[in-house]
């Protein structure tokens, strides 16, 4: 079964078997994705890691699926009813769908109605019927009248011998992949709201009358529908015939009778078959579809969600950091005070306090004598202010602060941090065993603090679903969510890699061959016996053995250690032919690694070797020139326009820089300092045609756009990226929401018998969403 999967996946994969075989080895033998795409290439042929997450999740599918394979083979053949001809549709069943199709006559059942007249003896009854088409079913029913087993007469007969076709045709797997086949290309999925919770059921008004077809409905809207009939305002049909009369018969009762070979005219046996072929359809059939096209287009949004926040996760994580510096972490607050957090170049916490320079103290003057005390006794060069409730006040303080300071620290630098997940860190075990003794409060702006000085090492030690980058992120299988996103967090630490004498135990469990407890066992040696000297000391840390640091040593950084080689990405296995490469050109290693103008003298075929192929040795001559280098961009900060602190502030036409917070399927959301994200929908992300908003931008981009509408009364903004687009001018001079028309059709609705001009359609669909998004993330 092994090989054959290996095929299945390299044809999926579009590699050849040979590359799939060896991964699976690899991956069956311990090693991790990040291990292998950095460090197996030769073996696997060069695969990517996103070719080897593909395959990882692949393997768990096809080898759950032949599990299953071999548990309902067992079953059939038990019953003595397994053929050569099924064994072999079984045997060639590639998905699981298929698989259960073809299970579903031989399944274990509950008595049906079908199964209480086979044991009534009427089966022969309902193949003469079927085969032969006597002309008076009624006079050959009597024959089969059983009262003791419940069929009295003539028509109770009759009517389980109906049962019993229908439950045959019924578990057809042929017939059911026909029906499916024709289904997928023209059911429609209807929505409509339960009488009498119209207005409980407000907030899912676009879907009160709605429909579109089924195989077209995007993630967005079939979690929003999903979540609507959860809630018990929605109720959720598949419509199979959306163009057919009220009343007419349904195309799939023609696609049974044709599979069935049957011609049906007006005899008494054709018009009790034709009975048959309808309550297939109807009673059994149509049910099933329903149930099962509804179910895979939730799947299907899951998987699109999961996606969505994966990709938005990746990117948020991999923003660059600001760097070692000193930097003071702000907690916005208005009652309660601003928290302030000052972490040092190494993120440790040397000061803290609360201050209250809002209303209702109103202690401006002294909030800033404080924080310019602290500014000036621990050298701070970053403000990272959370950009919750109050985070504009409190940025304008910080403004104040700068100005103030200036002479004496001109470099000193506000930024606005996401305080997504920062209250969820700070009440964590992690939070209190950090900072026992100090208030919640204060360690979420240690934690802002920290986020701005390195996003991935502070932000692995929230769980990924609280980050709050996701799309309707509590509708989707939590177990499938989660699986995504620990892998996405594994491969961005494993891209940058960790300095092992400062990293947490969080950041260091995510490192490949590691887990928490190795991590805690590792950075305990750290507390006992000073940092780390060399990657080989790595060995001596309890229960840390040759296989877990052959999978976590390339992605663990000892700066200025025993050895140069191991504050970079080359892996010790390696070390002896980076020797090799300095003794040829006859300098001391310490002189080899930087030095690029030497490297680029270097041919990577020339040191290609039995066990370093051209791949390894090509990556290792890049990370010579570059040791250690960061796979993040430059450090980037948006500036918010002076004076817009609130959506009232916003003007039609404004021009502003912002920050993207979230990229969905259907456009970007993005912060410009008003606490409430405006969008830009996909129409507005450039001026050419874009089908993927992550191919325009991602999470932490910070970006210029035009403010198209303003719906101060609901807190919905309308952005543009397209800075020459023209707002539409009833709406630029009533800064209302969109028309419920025009709501109607961006959600998916019916089009409208006018054609609109695309900036309308573009407003719209802007409105629409940001207030779908809006609730979706409360």
Known sequence: MTSNIARIIADELNVREAQVTATIALLDDGATVPFVARYRKEVTGGLDDTQLRTLHSRLGYLRELNDRRDVILSSIDAQGKLTPELKAAILGADSKTRLED??????????????????????????????????????????????EAGFADTRAVLDGARYILMERFAEDAELIRKVREHLSGVAVLQSKVIEGKEKEGA???????????????????????????????????????????????????????????????????????????????????????????????????????????????????MAAPAGSKATMGLDPGLRTGVKVAVVNDTGKLVAHSTIFPHEPQNQWDKSLRTLANLVSMHKVELIAVGNGTASRETDKL???????????????????????GASVYSASELAANEFPDLDVSIRGAVSIARRLQDPLAELVKIEPKSIGVGQYQHDVSQSQLSQSLEAVVEDCVNSVGVDVNMASVPLLSQVSGLNKTLAKNLVDYRDEHGQFKSRKELLKVPRLGPKAFEQAAGFLRIREGDNPLDASAVHPEAYSLVETIAQTREVPLANLI??????????????????????????????????????????????????????????????????????????AFVDVGVHQDGLVHISSLSDKFVSDPHTVVKAGDVVKVKVMEVDVERKRIGLSMRLDEKPQPAQAAKGKGAPAARTAQAKGGKPQSKPQKPQAINAAMGNAFADAFAKMKK
């Open 594 to 667: 930087g030095n690029t103008e030497l490297i680029r003298t270097l041919k990577a075929g020339d040191f290609v070797t039995d066990a370093f192929g051209l791949p390894t040795v090509t990556d290792i001559l890049k990370e010579l020139d570059k040791p250690g280098r960061d796979p993040r961009g430059e450090f980037k900060t948006a500036h918010f326009k002076e004076g817009v602190t609130e959506v009232r502030d916003l003007k039609p036409e404004m021009i502003l820089e912002g920050v993207v917070t979230n990229v969905t399927n259907f456009g």
């Open 102 to 147: 073809l299970y579903l006559p031989y399944k274990p059942k509950r008595r049906t109605k079908g199964q209480i007249a086979i044991e009534a003896g009427i089966e022969p009854l309902a193949n003469l019927l079927l085969q032969q088409r006597p002309a008076n079913p009624e006079a050959e029913a009597a024959a089969f009248i059983n009262t």
């Open 398 to 420: 910080a403004a104040e602060l700068i100005a103030a300071v200036k002479e004496h620290h001109p470099t000193l630098t506000k930024v606005m941090v996401s305080e997504a």
């Open 203 to 317: 907030k899912f008004r676009d879907y009160f009358e709605h429909s579109e077809l089924l195989a077209k409905v995007p993630s967005h809207r079939a979690l929003a529908m999903l979540r609507g009939r959860n809630e018990g305002i929605l109720s959720l049909s598949m419509v199979a015939d959306p163009d057919s009369e009220p009343g007419s018969g349904s195309y799939c009762e023609v696609i049974i009778a044709n599979h069935l070979g049957l011609t049906l005219g007006d005899s008494e046996a054709d018009k009790w078959l034709k009975t048959v072929v309808t309550g297939t359809w109807r009673i059994k059939v149509a049910l099933q579809m329903e149930t099962e096209f509804i179910s895979r287009l939730r799947e299907q949004a899951e998987d699109d969600a999961i996606k969505v926040f994966a990709r938005n996760l990746h990117d948020l994580l």
